[in-house]
């Protein structure tokens, strides 16, 4: 008689998802669900109003040239200083990953209960994200202390960026630490904000190797940025009743009998 997915699901996940090689790992159930989550939920702070606005001022300030300078300066140097902008910021968010991953291990025995209260928060900083929650503050801390200007202080930035904007895109960053606990796994969860942060970071890195034509679409996102937020918002509301219901444990389930038979040559 094969488990049902409670059971399956109320395993220690060690034992559940401890895999022979690394395409099991990787088409996982759990991970085929939540990664394209991440990678949106990424892609939607960069275009958030308090994170688009300020590409330009990042990038001269990452690479020490004037704004006006942006376009014409070599590719080369916006290229470094996008990546060591974006591996400074991916370092903070790569650690709390694993952290609420880590944590997701060691609380097994109460983490039905535990997700059910993190998909509730979730659905919170969701409606919150879509504006729909005035009273909720979405504020950043920002450290004034500024690091050297230029490639050398592209990656502090990059620390501090990751550090005092995170109440401003907190709502997706809040539900990607969500779907990491779940992972209950340390690697699972720092995978899970690595993927977060190419979502964030890829468009930076873009937006520095063609500078001209990324203001023109940023422009263009600009004047569609209610429906950012409301696709953002819905997106995070939908995560989190999925998680609060115990569908998303269902899905998961169901992902790892479909995977479970998948292999790929290495």
Known sequence: MSPTPSQLLAAPQAQLLAAPDVTSTVVSGALLLAVPIALFAGLVSFFSPCVLPLVPGYLSYVTGIGGSDLAEARRGRMLGGALLFVLGFTAVFVSTGALFGYFGATLTE???PITRVLGALVIVLGLSFMGALPWLPQREFRIHRKPTVG????PVLGVLFGLGWTPCFGPT????NSLAYNEASAGRGALLMLVFCLGLGLPFIAAALAFRKALGAFDRVKRHYVWVM???????VAVGV??????????VYELQVWSSGFTVGI
């Open 110 to 112: 109460y983490q039905e």
């Open 151 to 154: 490639l050398v202080g592209a």
């Open 173 to 176: 960053l809040g539900a990607v």
């Open 230 to 236: 409301r696709v953002g918002g819905g997106m995070l």
């Open 242 to 251: 999925l998680l609060v219901t115990g569908i998303w444990n269902e899905i």
